[in-house]
């Protein structure tokens, strides 16, 4: 069985693409996806600490991931929503456009 | 009796309220003013004659009459002071002669001051003049007396500075009152003394006055620095006071300078009330200035001190009036001359003496002064008689009476008072024990008061009139002298009645006045006259050789022109300029006393300026330099920290607010940042 480092290093680095991919890029999809992927990286943490864990036979960790999952889905929808709505809005979707609470701050 | 001695606090307090009233008059008022003055003097001579009918009666035989009434003024602690005011013949012929001298002098200046703007103001003074003076004469009280003599300074003060806007006159109203002040100050140190000693200012208090028995035994037997007795002691300073106010030798500067003012002002002063008040304090104190010890036959000191500096006086200012040329001038030197025989009189042949002096001098001075008022007033305001000359026929009247007082003043024989008082001083002068200089020294005064007189008389009213002179020379346009209305020439010619008839008051035959103030009954006795005739003789001699003298002078060849030197002066020039300069007495004062007083000044002004001002500068200084440091202090200290704080404040929260900026990625930045030094922190840490 594949030692418990490993899963912990790709979820590190699964955590650091995520990461980065909400710090890098400007386009508010690819920031949610980058939370998408730090989610994740962390419902892999879970699971592997699950499995590698004392309490193996209750199903914990399981249980952890699939909440986290479905909040992660709710959550990716609202992201969405509001996306969308700043579109309709401001007309971008590029995340540093869009720094000020007002929405008339800039006319368009 | 007692309605009398009741009844004469009203005298003074007549012209008072006169005074008060006219002070509140508008200046329009001037009618009013004059008939307030006039008729309180009017009413106060009828009330001054009952007082003196009532002392006519004497006490008892050889007690003359004296009513007194006094009252508790002020009480502090167990001591107190008391006023009052006496009644008898010396304050009545006092208040009669003052009453109606100023009545005559008041009814004058009616028309002397009828051009003047200052109407009402005059009157107002006039009255509170005579009110001091008449409150002085029945003063019953040292203090009472000294009050109203500062009064009487005051008014003639005043009254000198009347024509305030003449630079002359305000100095001159200044001289009289800081000269007299001089000698106030030892009254005032009298009076002290005499309270100290005596625990009374009262004069007569049935027994226990400063004047009466009791006391003057007391004051005759201690003595103080170098054995002079008490009694003298404090009757010398009394006398400064006197001095300063009569103007007896070292004071005299002032009373020539009185002159400034309007011309019944120096009537008034010269003969009723201010001048006189020296020698009728003299007269009011005599208890204590002849007491001697009992047994004793000498004079007392402070009596040779009165005869000495009396005589002096006498010859020094008639040696000097002999080179005036200004006619009121030469009047104020016979005065201050006059004033000496008083005080000699008083020195060598007491109360009766003097103050017969004093009476009849008052109404024949007040007649020349009011003559040579009139003489100015119908020259139009000329004083210098060097330009007048010729008035006999210009001004018959005037020169009538004038030459009435003349000749009262230089004691022609047997007609005029002058001839008897005066006669009356250098007969007692002649009897002196200790000396016969007085009686030298006043004969001689004698002489030259006749020639002085005589040369006034000369250049005024004889030769040709040098008016046309003047107004060739100086330009101006001067009408003929004319002669003074009648409301000027009617009081001159009752002066004139009484210079001649006070006379017989007093005439050695028979010696009513002195009987009257010494309460005996007086009867004609020709015998008399025989004892005193041989002064007399002489006297009429002296009188005679004077005015011979003077027209020898100056009626022979009268002066024909201003400008011409003195008759004097081309026979003894260097004489004639130490007289006409006054023996330089003022200079000398000027030299010496001013000086002195000016030196100080300087000194005290240079103390102030740089010595106490320095210091207070030097301290302004230093509170100025240590408020700039404080300044410093606060504005680069405490405000500069401040600033600071301020300063670092608002960049920090400039940078923080920077950091602010809305960009969610730079939030996740530096949480992800935050992120990785925890895992660092954790993993190297050692926490794990």
Redesign the interface.
Known sequence: MTPLPYWLILSSILFAIG?AG???R?NAIM?LIGIELMLNAANLNFIAFWRYGSGAEAAHGIMFVLFAIAIAAAETAVGLALVIALYRLRRTVQ??E????KADDKPR | MRTVIEMVWIVPVLPLLAAGVSALLPRQRRRTAAALAIGAMAAGFLLSCVAFAATLQPAAPGAPFRLVRNFEWLQFGSASLALGWVLDPLSAGMLVMVTLVGALIFIYSLGYMAHDPNFTRFFCFLAFFASAMLGLVIANSLLLLFICWELVGLASYLLIGFWFHKPSAAAAARKAFIVTRIGDLGLLLGMVWLYRETGSLLFYDQGQGCLEQAALSKLVVSTTLGGLALSSAIGLLLFCGAAGKSGQLPLHVWLPDAMEGPTPVSALIHAATMVAAGVFLVARVYPLMQAVPSGAAQVSTALQVVTWIGACTAIFAALIAVAQNDIKRILAYSTVSQLGYMMMGLGVGGVAVGMFHLMTHAFFKALLFLGAGSVIHGCHEQQDIRHMGGLRRLMPVTFAAYAVGMMALAGVPLLFSGFWSKDAILHAAHLWPLSKGPFVLGAAGALLTAFYMTRQMCLVFFGPNRAAHASAAGGHVSAQPHESPAVMTVPLLILAVFAVGLGFLGSPAWPWFQGWLEGSTTHFQAGHLSEALPTMLLSALIVAAGMAAGWWLYGRAPRQSPREADALQRLQPGLYSILAGRFFVDEFYAATVVRLNAGAALLSDFLDRWVWGGLVRLTAWLTGQFSEIARMADEFLVNGGFDLGCGRLRRGGRFFSGLQ?????HY??VI?LALAALVLWLVWGGAL
């Open positions: 990461l909400c710090l890098v400007r920031v995340v540093d869009a720094d000020a609470l | 900026d809305g960009q969610i990625q996740l930045s992800g």
